[in-house]
Nanobody
Framework: QVQLVESGGGLVQVGGSLRLSCAAS????????MGWFRQAPGKEREFVAA????????LYADSVKGRFTIFSDNTENTVNLQMNRLKPEDTAVYYC?????????????????WGRGTQVTVSS
C-alpha cells in the first residue's frame, strides 16, 4: 500500500523558513517523479515544485522560484521542500504527490498518489 506522509508544516512569520518532508513507502519509487502542490482556501490546488527521483531534475512554479528548494534523500525515501523568505500568499495546505512519469511534470492529473497534506500558515 503506497503511503505519502507529509510533515513539517506550521505557523511562521513573514520572511521565515520551514522545511516540509514527505516520507514515501509501499513501493519502489525509482522511476517516479515527486511533487509538491498547495491549496489555499477557496482556490484550486496548484503546482509548487517537482523532482525526478532518478535524474534529479527539478521544476518550480514561478511564484516560488528562488525561494523554495526541492530535494530528495534516496536512502530514506523522503522528498523535502525547503521554503525560505515565506510570504502570506504561501499560506496553504501543502501536499506531496508521486507520478509514475519519471519527468518533472506540473499537472495534478499526472500524479498517481497523494498525501493528506500539511498546513503552512505565514503570518504578517
Amino acid at each position: 500500500q503506497v503511503q505519502l506522509v507529509e510533515s513539517g508544516g506550521g505557523l511562521v512569520q513573514v520572511g521565515g523558513s520551514l522545511r516540509l518532508s514527505c516520507a514515501a513507502s509501499g513501493r519502489n519509487f525509482s522511476g517516479y517523479a515527486m511533487g509538491w502542490f498547495r491549496q489555499a482556501p477557496g482556490k484550486e490546488r496548484e503546482f509548487v515544485a517537482a523532482i525526478s527521483w532518478s535524474y534529479g531534475d527539478t521544476l518550480y512554479a514561478d511564484s516560488v522560484k528562488g525561494r523554495f528548494t526541492i530535494f530528495s534523500d534516496n536512502t530514506e525515501n523522503t522528498v523535502n521542500l525547503q521554503m525560505n523568505r515565506l510570504k502570506p500568499e504561501d499560506t496553504a495546505v501543502y501536499y506531496c504527490a508521486a507520478s509514475h512519469w519519471d519527468l518533472v511534470v506540473a499537472g495534478t492529473s499526472e500524479y498517481d498518489y497523494w498525501g493528506r497534506g500539511t498546513q503552512v500558515t505565514v503570518s504578517s
